[in-house]
């Protein structure tokens, strides 16, 4: 079975959610290193959801999700 995207309004939330977590975390703290980004696309490769760049299930592309250190996988695997 061919997987898409969330809906335009389930990104909206997530952004929502991105946004506030951003707010949270302060501007010092935002970039993650290059170390754990490659840990992080290492697992999302793995992934059930991966699909080329980007996850099914949250609808990001991973490689730039990935390198803000305060978002996390929507599954919880990083």
Do not use: Y
């Not at 990104?11 to 946004?19: N, P």
């Not at 290193?33 to 080329?52: D, F, N, P, S």
Request: proline fraction near 4%.
């Amino acid at each position: 079975m061919k997987q898409f995207p969330p809906l335009t309004d389930q990104i909206a939330s997530l952004m929502a959610d991105t946004k506030k977590i951003f707010d949270e975390s302060g501007i010092n703290d935002i970039l993650s290193t290059a170390e754990l980004v490659e840990q992080r696309l290492k697992i999302c490769g793995m992934c059930e959801h991966w699909h080329g760049s980007r996850c099914m299930k949250c609808g990001c592309f991973m490689e730039t999700k990935a390198r803000f250190k305060a978002l996390k996988c929507p599954i919880g695997k990083w």
